[in-house]
């Protein structure tokens, strides 16, 4: 990863916040990327939420329209994709996302504390 896309990262996980971290974390692992199209009710039970009551719930929930627009448009005002085109907006977001909410890696630190840097 370069230092350009570091910085999106970065970014990103601070625009996303603990929440934002969590939501995009459970779509991973229940489908695989962070770009699903679930139905309102798969997303309530991905997310731990009442599921809504049945019959209610079978509109699609586009994650890539709706939560990653929110990305994209995140990281237009960033000024740190001015050299993108709209198609690039389109397609790194989700790549950028899952390296943001990636678990951070242990670093060694001195001594024998292992979680000093």
């Known amino acids: 990863m370069d230092s350009k896309d570091e910085a999106r990262v970065k970014s990103i996980r601070d625009y996303l916040g603990p929440d934002g971290i ?6 991973k692992m229940a489908r695989g990327k962070v770009d699903p199209l679930v139905s309102e009710r798969e997303l309530s039970i991905i997310l731990g939420l009442p599921a809504p009551s049945p019959g209610v719930g079978r509109i699609p929930h ?3 329209f709706r939560e990653g627009m929110s990305v994209r448009n995140h990281l237009r005002a960033s000024g740190l994709c001015k050299d ?6 389109d397609n790194r977001w989700a790549e950028l996302v899952e390296r943001a909410i990636e678990e951070p890696k242990p670093t060694l630190g001195t001594g024998n504390r292992p979680w000093a840097h």
């Open 22 to 27: 969590e939501f995009f974390r459970r779509l």
């Open 62 to 64: 586009p994650v890539h």
């Open 84 to 89: 993108w085109t709209a198609h690039d907006f």
